[in-house]
């Protein structure tokens, strides 16, 4: 019984690391707010977006290996947007399947590119691509793509590959938040 209780944390550690590598590249989509000096005030919904990227994956590591995610890439774009326009002062809403009459100013948009590449040996280079529609009662108020990207180190323990496509997206969001602001005083 001693023999099996010696072995049971190094049997742990290999199961942990098995786990960990079952699966394989795909990260996890994360968003941290930026502070823009855009307050928005009013009533706005956030319709969700749809993932137009021609690929399904992000990229490659220098290894060749495909990098994907485990997250709804326009869950994890609409989302941003709703927390940012909450953050900015708007009395915001989240729709995901229709709209209602209530919902005046409504944002949407396509996920048009969502990439992440590895560049290097600790270096990743992510970009991100997104069209914004902001409309009134059907009447389209502004439209525009933002584009983002950003390249960094990945340090095991302090960064990840998901902390650089997260600031590429505050890339977008500090461009689009100013604009739908403007929008939305229309």
Request: hydrophobic share 40%.
């Amino acid at each position: 019984m001693r023999t099996y209780m010696k072995w049971l944390p190094l049997a742990a550690l290999v199961l942990a690391l098995l786990t960990g590598c079952a699966a394989g590249n795909a990260i996890k989509l994360k968003y941290a707010l930026i502070s823009t000096d855009s307050p928005c005030s009013g009533e706005v919904t956030v319709f969700r977006f749809e993932d137009k990227r021609p690929a399904g994956v992000l990229g490659k590591t220098s290894d060749k290996e495909t990098i994907t995610t485990l997250s709804d890439v326009a869950d994890w774009v609409g989302w941003a947007l709703f927390d940012e326009l909450e953050n900015a002062g708007c009395k915001a809403r989240y729709r995901t399947t229709a709209l209602t009459p209530a919902d005046d100013l409504v944002v949407t948009g396509e996920v048009l590119d969502l990439t992440l590449n590895q560049t290097g040996v600790t270096t990743y280079k992510g970009r991100v691509s997104v069209r914004i529609v902001v409309s009134r009662s059907g009447k389209t108020l502004h439209t525009e793509k933002y584009t983002s990207e950003v390249e960094d180190v990945v340090v095991p323990g302090y960064s990840s590959q998901a902390d650089i496509l997260a600031e590429a997206l505050r890339g977008v969001m500090y461009e689009a938040i100013p604009a739908i602001a403007a929008a939305a005083e229309k």
